[in-house]
């Protein structure tokens, strides 16, 4: 188990005592524990219990708390207090931004045990009156609760494939004559996805049934489900909707294509063709043979929502998307440095090991440095003379020296403009003091925009894909500045987070503007997330040329030093 996932154990167990009112010593001896231990370069889970009491700041209660989830993968303690917890405040407790304590106060003085109960306290005009949930703070509330509710069912991307893919497999098992797709959204690559949907081709439409009828992740619900297409619900702890359609043999390609593509885009194919009367004739052996039945180029499914991708296939001018494979080095990444697990060194040989030339290292700066062990100019500086290090001893692989730049609530960086020009590139995000209109968010990410030493723009909005919105921005206006001072925008891979919004990439790309693709990396694992940065990209017609880190060690290494001759000129 990783360092992230032992701290993420403790610190749930600390908000669960804060909820059954545990004594304030020992809560607050969890929370100074997690303090050290997020700063700690130690493996947790290599460390026996004599180690891990000799951590700074551990006491003998945590080290043992450790200890047992190291030898078991989960802590007693915390399986107690969640198995004493109604189920309904369970749900409440996964809510970011109400807080445990204020959970404990609505149990105790409204007896509210669920979002339901909630809402309706709030609707009586209860929650006003007790201390502490004033008129804004509840209306915040009412905020969270809509937006629970509406991502209810929901799923990001990352685990819907997952689970897709473990049907598909399961399916192909018994019924490996069988034609098995996945369709829909989730074909299509959204980053958040609310039913997995997949069209099987098989002459046997009783077998199909009886094979999904035996898979024991899934299971039917009669009433929803007919004779051409299943309906149930996977059987995970937050069930998804399933949906199958049953298509013949010959049919196949036919009913993938219209259950693939997105309303707007099958209206757009068929007035160009009328394919849903010429399919009733006519069974195509291929997708592409579809494609080339319109008079257009082939549409890979990512791409098929009907905004900018038919006119250009039908002209031959579909640009050839980005694949994984083109991504040439790995930017935007932590070490223990700050936040991240891995050392520098750790970082390296992944990186080495998975192909990659090129490193960029852009730990937090240091107005993270309480949240997120951000970096002194002291820590740069001692930084920056190891990357001197590891350069000449894994030459001709490159470290290039980045920094994640906190952007101030004025729109500024928290460095001055000679520490700035130490850093071959800085990444300016957004962290802090997230509660923000449009305008003032906006504002604030142009004046971080027009600052010279500003080279990728990060995480656009500050999402977190059904855990909070991001903070609301002009995207049109952002794109345009970035465009005019040739600030990259990044596409966030973390699963998360997949931020800027694909919805946004086009016209991004319509301006010039070059995209980024980086895993916001905080361990080595975490590379694998480009995978999930190349979907949003390759939705919003991004091709390899205008990659960053699709280009060249020697053309990325050229470009960042270009960009700092005209901030010294």
Partial sequence: MKNKDIIKLLNTTASYMELHGENDFKIKSYSNAIY???????????????ALEKIEGIGKSIAAAIDEINSRGTYSKLTDLIEKTPQGLRQLMELRGLGAKKIRTLWTELNVESIESLEKAIGEGTVTKLKGFGAKTVDNISELLTFAKETQGWVHYATA???ANDLVKQIKITLSEANVEIAGKLRRKWEVIDQLEFV????????????LKSLKSIQKIPSRSGPFTWRGITKTENPVEVVVHYSTVENFYNTLFLKTGAPLHLSQTVKESSFKEAAEKQFYESEEAIY???????????IREGTWELEQSVIGKLPELIDYKDLKGVLHNHSTYSDGENTLEEMV?????????????????????????????????AQHEEINVLNKKHAPFKIFKGIEADILPDGNLDYDAKTLATFDFVVASV??????????????????????????????????????????????????ACAEHGVIIEINAHPKRLDIDWRWVHYALEKGVLISVNPDAHATDGFKDMYYGVCVGRKGGLTKE??????????????????KEKIKA
């Avoid at 730990?363 to 949240?371: E, G, L, N, P």
């Avoid at 305008?439 to 604030?444: G, L, Y």
């Avoid at 027009?450 to 855990?467: A, D, F, Q, V, W």
């Avoid at 205008?546 to 960009?563: G, H, P, Q």
């Fill in 36 to 50: 050290n231990l997020e700063r700690t370069d130690k493996k947790l889970a290599e460390l026996d219990l004599p």
């Fill in 161 to 163: 494939e997952a689970l």
């Fill in 200 to 211: 099987i081709g098989h002459n046997r439409f009783d077998k199909i049934d009886e094979v």
């Fill in 292 to 302: 080339t039945s319109l008079g257009a180029a082939y549409c890979p499914p990512e």
């Fill in 349 to 381: 040989a992944q990186c080495r090991e998975m192909g990659y030339t090129y490193l960029g290292i852009s730990d937090h700066s240091k107005a993270a440095h309480f949240y997120a062990n951000g970096m002194y100019e002291d820590t740069v500086k």
């Fill in 431 to 480: 962290h802090s003091a997230l509660a923000m209109d449009e305008e003032k968010a906006t504002e604030r990410l142009l004046t971080a925009i027009s600052n010279p030493y500003t080279t990728i723009l990060g995480h656009m909005t500050g999402r977190l894909l059904l855990m909070r919105k991001g903070y609301p921005v002009n995207h049109k206006v952002i794109i345009d």
């Fill in 546 to 563: 205008k990659t960053l880190n699709a280009w060249s060690l020697e053309k990325v290494d050229a470009y960042f030093k270009e960009r």
